[in-house]
């Protein structure tokens, strides 16, 4: 296929250099595809001529394969909102165990067990993301290869909304020396900075209402391991979200 595209704009290309060229080229494709032996004309560009063929034909190929990349993404997220919307359905925070049963088929079917753990504590449910699959090591920016695992989290969010009442983003981080330092704060920085992208991200790219958003930063301060190996200090550095439900303030009178 993409050798035919090229065949299509280099005739496209000739036929706007010049006529009499485009048809010399036309019959010299024709004799050679047919099997002749001979070429009775040959097709002559100025040598000037090239350079504009090529940056034309370059540029045009790079925008066909942006929009495909573009496509191709767009499918993807279509997909993972389907999937989800199909797996969710209505009432989904009522029972508690089965909403996580349900994140957790979501998550297992998108192949994303090891990066984002699901878990119910008491009435709120967490969704943990390890640094690996959002960010760079002591960086707060997205990785690209994180922007599906948040689409497929606030699609999760976004079907549950009614039912939820405030939607926590935490930032964590492993400790490190420097925290027991009075003067520094780069660990409470870097964890609030996380926590903010990945809100912004929720708002900008997901469509995800500003009312029930929350952020946070921990720093080093509620570890979910000891951090004792190098495995157990990338399990502390995380986003976690967590949900509480609607139900359970109203039932408590604090709404």
Partial sequence: MNNLLVLFILLYMFSILDLQ???????????????????????????????????????FTEETEQVAETTAAETTAAETTAETIELMGTGVMDDLDEFVNKIAEVVRKKGYGDQ???????NYVYLRLNEGILFFPNRADLKQDSYEVLKMVADIINEAYDEIYKVEICGHTAWVQIDTDSTNFNSWELSSERALTVLKYFVTKCDMPKDKLIMSAYSSTEPYTEGRTEEEKAMNRRVEIRLSRMIDVKNNGLN
Avoid: C, H, N, Y
Avoid at 29 to 42: D, I, P, Q, R, W
Avoid at 116 to 122: A, C, G, P, T, Y
């Fill in 21 to 59: 060229k485009f048809k010399q080229f036309t019959s010299t494709m024709s004799a050679t595809l047919g099997g002749k032996e001979s070429v009775t004309e040959a097709v002559t560009i100025e040598s000037e001529e090239i350079p504009d063929i090529i940056e034309t034909t370059v540029a």
């Fill in 116 to 122: 984002l753990v699901v878990e119910r504590v008491d």
